[in-house]
């Protein structure tokens, strides 16, 4: 559908009647084929000022002697007759006021006039659509946007604002940067959209408004001003690390976080994309350094041990590994061995890179403390001592721990410097200040004692010790610093692979930082890898290549762990000789892709150099190629034996449930000759809509995630093991597995699980489940004596989503004089009844009151209404969107007595009656405190919540 930059008409979506007929008693205007009797509809003006006047225009076709009826629906949305039957076509509407008008016109020949021939009277027009048209008052909508710019995927929330038009409906569209018109949906009473921003560059949005009774379409609705919003490519970011469990300290450098007595600390970080939503199951690796022989801390994740693995690139630091929830949240619970102080630095690393760098957390800083003993930190020996930058001040902490839950405040340490050369002293925070080799802090109030060192001399090693009475004991502690040039390059740190179990022939990328002493990247260095590659093929040198600038190279035939002589601290040449020569970015990193096209085991090793020569003992990976996987598809099935006995891999659809029901899912890999048996493969599972993937193989998953990284591990001896980092570690005796997806969200939930290039779906059909409640009732509705409103509510489920053709039942105390329903969900009340000797559809609006010569006891329209008079309730059915609608009437109505006199129109009341509530409770016994029905009458019953009224 285009957008079109004008005032647009009005059409109305309801059915209007005579003075003498019931407005919601003639046909729908659906009902009417092309070559029925039809009316259409012109007005002079879309728009006029407040005191003018318009004229609207009616023509027929189809009708002998045509007679015509205009209604006209006020600013404040009451519907009167504004000119009765006449053979006029044309009506004024004269000295309107601010606000919106809807007209319509029916028409009726002369002779079907004469015979009260009512329900031959149409508003159709010969497509079918009701002729109505409207008029504008000094009315006006705007649009607004939250932000006018955004990332990339960023949610975008816009607000309209509709003046001086009655009870306002809104509907939103949006152009995208690619020139496609997107719709909001149907026509509501929520003045705000959101949408994703899933493309770069600029949006145009534009909104709707409309009387409720307009139809849903932008004919009958007024245009917004065009608002913009522009999206930008961002970036993820990793949150600072978060401590929790300390008895002191707050993890910084200078007041790390200290626990006592084999206590834990959980660490935690959240990872969020550009648009600030969290990133669920990610990889998360926190690197611990200052580990020593013996002093590995105990890390758990989710109540599972997480194993370390020793840092390639880093002497004295381990990687664990865990995964971020459903919150984007990755959290550790760290111990420190039995016995023994402790002092640690973890930094978070993301697998992502930011503008070249690695995406990761500042340090922070944590110690555990046995009993009787302070902390000290940085803690570090004389044989690895602490480094820092030379010309800047080092911090080094004193903790003491708290005594029977007490802070050790005003506790006076004494610190002493013996530095080498005794060039080091103690001085400020910037390092400006000579305070000599002894200083005397006291503790603050969380027992903490700080002071700050320099040296002057590179290579200078200072011994800081610090000396207290603690708990009635003298304790000394002792730690060790060091200061070096920035800038030199002396280590490579973060060497990482993208793929850690590669098949032969696929591609991995080493990629690692050059650090100077101090930690700190180091641009422009120029780095070597070499390889030995495995020769079980026959190759003396294996097949290993490396690839640089888009080129593949054999790595030449060197004794690649060996390039550098530890005796005589000489190194080869730094030439493609020996290896791929690489440079480092401005951010001290370097990246090659590897591979190698046999089963074989290669090691890379990484060399610093310096003036153009190796420089240093190397550090290396390992990677070991595998078989090449041979799957040909990923097939999912509803049940196991339908997976067991497949022959080859299909997509799964007709899969049904409801938004409260996890559905179970089963997975198969095929090879072109059947079933896989006996490969390892990595699965990617994802669900689409908001779905979760909340267990595997039967076993919950603590976190429910909308996408996972699933490792299938195949042993001769102990068959197959799914594997999930942190979250699941489970045996099988079949490649099969079984997926269990749940979703709150109702519509198509999309299953996909891929491996490689090679992939599978299994489409489900969220369905809404058993209607629990209701909702969306207006607060107030003032119903005056002679006129009709609609009052509209949504059928919803547990999870809150809408039920379509779901039963609901009104109760009523039938105190209402003159109240009726003429229309649910805008069908008109009708039956087939007995008029004369034949019979005919009549009108059987139902009462909500007791009536004296209704011709009829009951009203059943399948899939609409059912009514049994002397019972006070109307069971109704929601349409397909959950909605319902009831049209109310107070009077004049026309119902059907009997067969001889088909026709009695009720009188009016005189004055308004009191006011009419709308309750909501839960079943016809009306003594639960829920709120399953719906109840209008002027007393409420037992256990009710009021939600609305109307007043008539």
Known sequence: MSMKSRLTKKASGIALASSLVAIGLLPAAAAFAASMPSVSLSASSLTAQPGGSVTFTASSSGVSNPEYQFWVEQPNGQWTVAQNWSTSNTFTLNNVTTGDYLVTAYVLGQQQLQNHDWSAATNAEANGQQAVDGVFV??????????????????????????????????????????????????????????TANQTGTYEIVAYAKSPLALNNPEGALMSNAASVTSAVGQPTIGNIQISGQSAGTGTSGSPALVTNGGSLTLSTTLLDAMGNPVPNVAITYDISGVTAGALPSVMSNGQVVSGTASTSSSGTYEYTVYTNSEGTASIQVSGPSGSTVSYTVQAVAPYQVNGNSLETPSAYVEFVTAGQVGISPLATSTAPYVGTLGQAIPVTVTVPPVNGVAQANVPVEFSDTAT??????????????????????????????????????????????????????????????????????????????????????????????????????????????AAAGSSTGNPNGYAEYELNGKATAFPNVNAGTLYDTTTNTGVPATSTYGAVLTTNASGQFSITVTDSQQETDTYYVYLTQNGYVDATPISQKLTYGASTSLSGIGLFATSAAASSATSASNLTGVQTTDTSPVTVYVAPFTSTGLDAGQSITYQL?????????????????????????SETYSSTSGYTLTIPGELDKTASSPIFSVGVSNSTTGNTVLTVSSGSVSGTATIDVTAGPAT???????????????????????????????????????????????????????????????????????????????????????????????NSGKNTVTVYSNNSGNVSLTLQAGPVTYYTSSSSPYVTSTTSASPSAPTYVYTYPDASQTQASNGA???????????????????
């Open 138 to 195: 000094d009315s006006s909508v705007s649009v607004s946007s939250s932000s006018a710019t955004v990332t990339e995927g960023q949610t975008v929330t816009v607000t309209a604002d509709a003046s001086n038009i009655y009870s306002p409906l809104y509907q939103f569209w949006y152009k995208d940067p690619s020139g496609n018109w997107h719709q909001s949906g149907d026509y509501t009473a929520n003045s705000t959209f959101t949408f």
């Open 421 to 530: 050369g005794l060039n080091g002293y103690f001085t400020n925070a910037a390092g400006s200040e000579n305070f000599g080799l002894t200083q005397t802090v006291y503790t603050n109030a969380e027992g903490q004692a700080t002071v700050y060192v320099i040296d002057p001399v590179a290579g200078d090693e200072n011994t800081i010790t610090a000396s207290l009475t603690y708990n009635g004991a003298q304790v000394t502690e002792s730690t060790y610093l060091e200061f070096q040039q920035a800038g030199i390059p002396t280590s490579i740190a973060n060497l990482t692979v993208s793929n850690s179990n590669p098949s032969a022939g696929q591609q991995v990328t080493i990629s690692g930082t050059v650090e100077d002493a101090t930690g700190n990247p180091v641009p422009n260095v120029t780095v070597l890898v070499a």
């Open 686 to 710: 994802s669900a689409s809509n908001g779905g979760l993937i909340d267990s595997i193989n039967g076993t919950a998953l603590t976190s429910p995630v909308s996408s996972v990284t699933l």
């Open 773 to 867: 409640n209701v909702t969306n009732f207006p607060a107030v509705v003032q119903l005056n004596a002679g006129s009709f409103q609609t009052l509209s509510y949504q059928v919803l489920d547990q999870a809150g989503n809408p039920v379509p053709n779901a039963a609901s039942t009104l109760y009523y105390d039938g105190s209402q004089n003159n109240l009726w329903i003429t229309q649910v969900n805008g069908v008109t009340l009708q039956q087939s009844l007995p008029v004369g000797s034949s019979n005919a559809n009549e009108p059987t609006p139902i009462p909500l009151y007791s009536v004296s010569g209704l011709g009829y006891s009951s009203v059943s329209i399948p899939d609409v209404v059912s009514w």
């Open 934 to 952: 719906v109840y209008l009458g002027t007393t409420g019953p037992s256990g009710y919540s009021n939600i609305g009224q109307i007043n008539w």
